[in-house]
């Protein structure tokens, strides 16, 4: 089992910043890559970036030039740092644990509590 806990959601105004921490523990041996994803009211949860373990970073056209995820591998972290945020980004912000192969990332059934982002126009 791998455990996820996220922080710093919080509300904001567009064109602000806000970082995203997410600590993993547990069985962490078959996990090569983390992810971001979100989810607004009313709509699917899409991916919005992922890392691999050595630090290869895709992320949603979206959000691209905006976010920039990056990891601790020593504390096991993964950070979302969220920069000129629009209205539009509003949403739950989940952690995922996963694996990369090539350039596809295959999510697990491993999620956080998910932590609260509003985007104030």
């Known amino acids: 089992q791998v455990q996820l806990v996220e922080s710093g959601g919080g509300l904001v105004q567009a064109g602000g910043s806000l970082r995203l921490s997410c600590a993993a523990s547990?069985?962490?041996?078959?996990?090569?890559?983390m992810g971001w994803y979100r989810q607004a009211p009313g709509k699917q949860r899409e991916l919005v970036a992922t890392?691999?373990?050595?630090?290869?970073?895709n992320y949603a056209g979206s959000v691209k030039g905006r976010f920039t995820i990056s990891r601790d591998n020593a504390k096991n972290t993964v950070y979302l740092q969220m920069n000129s945020l629009k209205p539009e980004d509003t949403a739950v912000y989940y952690c995922?644990?996963?694996?990369?192969?090539?350039?596809?990332?295959?999510?697990?059934?491993?999620w956080g509590q998910g932590t609260q982002v509003t985007v104030s126009s």
């Open positions: 995922n644990a996963g694996q990369s192969r090539g350039a596809t990332y295959y999510g697990y059934d491993y």
């Open positions: 547990g069985s962490l041996a078959s996990i090569n890559a």
């Open positions: 890392i691999t373990s050595g630090g290869r970073t």
